[in-house]
């Protein structure tokens, strides 16, 4: 029975989930067929009617089946029976990006169950440590404290598996770190044909630079290995500051005081928190309770917003008053402080049920984003130059104003292998803006259509790109395919070549990437109220089933008809060398070939 319920703190989990395994008998005769071919001693564990949702309960759905195994040979018997019988694969973390990405009507695969750390200090190396993809960066920073160890970069929570974050390019907020993915040394991904391929720097390069960043359009990544830090502490402390004193001290010492910064930027009010944490040997020391921390700040927070859905020019005095009751009425009347072991000083509350629009743009350009956006919201139509009304116009705080730097010339990255798809600059600090909408009681508010679309235009117009996990809606993918010119087009070529028929493809990606329409078997999705209360959407994808169907049934009766039946084999082929053995670079050559030949079988 499937446990894993999550929700934003001012959401009701979502309905109790209802998912059960489906025995054998009631699977339907091509899945009995399949399964018959394979190794009996292989579990196979689908459930049904598990309700999938993101942590916003901004979009559910109901795959067919979903599955947690707990072995890689059960994930590689999942991926055999996908292949054959034409199913979309989606894999899913926790479910924390805040877009459609991880939604599916087809097989949906968790790796909660493959989560253990495999070894220590890997062949030597101090804090280089291996273990199973399903592992969350904060289990994976529990174990490591035990061991005196930490992760050198978070970004605002820390619950999302490993695997999932760096598939969208999680990100924290520092010029000495870039992408969390950084840390990653190597790691293992099972491709299409069930076979299992080892990369990293030196070996299979460019498919590490694709499962780097690769919105689970790849592949599964089952296995990771990262090198930690030992561990340190952090004192930080944060406090209000006029919005002038931001950008005149942008280009100066803003962001590299301590080595980490973010910015809480209120429009309304013209002023923005800032909250600063370097290294320290000094003991912990908690923070003191916050004002919105508390029952009553956030109750009272909430309860405002849910009446700004009907009065939203409430919300400059909203602003106003909570951010003056967390922080002071005045800039320079208080200061919260702590120590804080790092995995617990980077972390911060996400408030409510949001959507978030963050986009990597070029630091430098951060003064003008601001002052236009800001212009923008207060109706200075003439100094914003964004040609969308403003007018009737009403949004919320903060936009999160944050750092990185992942370009190549730093020294952050200790592979030196930048992601294809990396959204941040290759020749300089990123800024990431992230124009934050709150969803009180689930509600969706109401300004956001025109809000993101003039966000998007100001965020395109200053050379950035969206958060590939955010709810970005107003760009098009051929846009997002010259955002990326050709680091694109590897992407995609390595993509194709590594699963030709598009097992890992939804939706999302044919909407997104520039992927072949020809691959993939979820196409157009459906969306309509989840009617739980709140604004929640039910996708529903539509399969491209019966097409690919018939050229599977075509290739396997050609198979059958050879007399192959194979009890572990697949599709006419040899079941791949065991798991974790294909290590080579010669095993992805092999695999992409084998691949390719079952892929011209079909066509
Ligand atoms: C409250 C909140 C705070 C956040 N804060 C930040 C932040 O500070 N900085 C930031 O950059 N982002 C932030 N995010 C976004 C979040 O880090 C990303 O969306 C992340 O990808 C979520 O991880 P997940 O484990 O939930 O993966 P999911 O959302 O379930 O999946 C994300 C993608 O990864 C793929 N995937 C998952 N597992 C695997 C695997 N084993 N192999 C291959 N592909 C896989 C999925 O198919 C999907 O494409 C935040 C999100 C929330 C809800």
Not at 19 to 45: G, W, Y
Not at 384 to 411: L, M, Q
């Amino acid at each position: 029975m499937a446990s894993r319920d999550w929700a934003a703190p001012n959401l009701p989990s979502a309905r109790p989930n209802g998912a059960e395994a489906l025995r054998p008998k009631e699977f339907e005769p091509r899945l009995q067929k399949e399964l018959s071919r394979l190794d009996p001693s292989v579990p196979f564990n689908p459930e049904v009617r598990y309700l999938h949702h993101t942590w916003a309960q901004t979009f559910f759905s109901r795959p067919e089946f979903f599955f947690q195994p707990s072995t890689i040979p059960e994930l590689q018997k999942i991926v055999t029976l996908g292949r054959r019988l034409g199913k979309r694969l989606c894999v899913t973390g926790f479910g924390h990006s805040p877009s459609d990405l991880s939604l599916t009507s087809q097989w949906l695969i968790n790796l909660d169950n493959l989560s253990r750390i495999l070894e220590w200090d890997v062949g030597g190396q101090p804090g280089l440590v291996r273990f199973e993809a399903g592992r969350s960066l904060g289990g994976l920073n529990a174990a490591l404290a035990e061991k005196g160890y930490t992760l050198p970069n978070l970004g605002s929570i820390d619950v999302q598996s490993i695997a999932g974050a760096i598939s969208t390019g999680t990100h924290g907020s520092s010029l000495k770190h870039g992408l969390l993915s950084n840390s990653i040394t190597s790691l293992k991904i099972l491709l299409s044909n069930s076979e299992v391929v080892d990369c990293s720097a030196e070996k299979n390069t460019q498919l590490f630079k694709a499962a780097l960043l690769s919105l689970g359009s790849l592949g599964i990544i089952v296995e990771l290995t990262l090198q930690a830090v030992p561990d340190f502490n952090i004192k930080w402390s944060q406090s209000l500051w006029p919005l002038e004193h931001i950008l005149n001290t942008w280009d100066s010492d803003l962001w590299t005081q301590q080595e980490y910064t973010r910015v809480w930027w209120l429009p309304y009010l013209s002023r923005a928190v800032v909250w600063r944490g370097g290294r320290t040997s000094a003991p912990v020391r908690q923070p003191k309770r916050t004002f919105y921390g508390g029952i009553v700040g956030f109750t009272l927070y909430h309860n405002l917003l849910y009446l700004a859905q009907y009065i939203p020019s409430t919300l400059p005095w909203i602003e106003w008053l909570i951010f003056g009751m967390q922080y002071g009425f005045k800039p320079g009347t208080y200061e919260l402080a702590a120590v804080q072991p790092a995995r617990e000083a980077l972390l911060m509350d996400c408030l409510y049920s949001q959507f978030v629009d963050e986009w990597a743009l070029p630091l430098s350009r951060g003064p003008e984003a601001i002052r236009r956006l800001g212009a923008w919201i207060h109706g200075d139509e003439a100094t914003a130059r964004i040609p969308f009304p403003s007018s009737g116009v009403w949004v919320h705080c903060p936009i999160e104003v944050r750092v990185s730097d992942n370009s190549t010339a730093k020294t952050n990255n200790p592979s030196g292998v930048r992601p294809y798809l990396d959204p941040t600059v290759d020749n300089g600090p990123t800024l990431y803006l992230n124009a934050t909408l709150y969803r009180p009681y689930g509600r969706d508010p109401p300004c956001r259509d025109r809000y993101y679309q003039a966000f998007e235009w100001l965020m395109r117009e200053l050379g950035g790109r969206p958060h590939w996990a955010k709810n970005f809606t107003h760009v098009s993918r051929t846009e997002i395919e010259a955002m990326y010119g050709s680091d694109m087009a590897e992407f995609v070529r390595i993509r194709d070549e590594a699963d030709p028929q598009g097992l890992f493809v939804g939706e999302w990606h044919h909407r997104n990437l520039p992927v072949s329409n020809a691959v993939g078997f979820e196409a157009e999705a459906a969306v309509r109220k989840m009617g739980s209360g709140g604004d929640g959407l039910l996708w529903t994808g539509r399969s491209r089933r019966r097409q690919q169907t018939i050229q599977l049934e075509t290739a396997m009766g050609a198979v059958d008809k050879k007399g192959d039946r194979d009890d572990s084999g697949d599709d006419g082929q040899r079941l791949p060398s065991p798991p974790l053995t294909s290590t080579s670079e010669e095993s992805f050559d092999y695999m992409a070939k084998g691949e390719a030949s079952v892929y011209s079988d079909l066509h």
